[in-house]
């Protein structure tokens, strides 16, 4: 009879309690979209395609040109923005929200194909959903200021 009640006893999971946390996605650290980019390499306004990357504090904003596919031979209009998050603002009530204030420290456009690694500026990114809905950069190189509006989502 000892035996089965040890037996029993040794059967019986452990109760664990551990604090809910509330279903939330994983922040992400990629978030793309697509919508019209003007300035920079971007010659009154084109189509483009864009890519923000977060590393930690670090940020990555690529906007390249979407070239239609009956166009041969041309070179796609991108820029590259890297730098520092000065400051993140989430949004609590939609996940994978949130507007970005960055300082920038360098510049890269395809207008006149040369990296610049030691520079200043400012981006203002938002991001709705992990989709980037505008951004609006800036440097004091000379023309690196874009400025790109996405697509509507709804």
Request: charged content about 15%.
């Amino acid at each position: 009879m000892g035996i089965v009640a040890a037996l029993g006893v040794a059967l019986i999971a452990p109760v664990v309690t551990q604090a809910q946390i509330p279903n939330r996605p994983a922040p992400s650290n990629l978030a793309q979209g697509r919508g019209v980019a003007q300035g920079a390499a971007f010659n009154r306004g084109r189509n483009a395609n864009v890519t923000l990357t977060l590393d930690g504090e670090n940020f990555g904003l690529e906007l390249t040109e979407i070239v239609p596919s009956n166009v041969r031979g041309q070179t796609p209009g991108r820029v590259q923005y890297r730098g520092a998050i000065t400051r993140r603002t989430d949004d609590p009530t939609s996940p994978n929200s949130f507007s970005l204030f960055t300082r920038v420290r360098s510049f890269d456009s395809s207008a006149n194909l040369r990296i610049i690694t030691n520079t200043t500026g400012t981006c203002r990114i938002e991001v709705f959903n992990s989709r980037v809905l505008a951004s609006n950069c800036s440097t004091v190189a000379d023309d690196s200021s874009t400025e790109f509006l996405g697509l509507e989502q709804f």
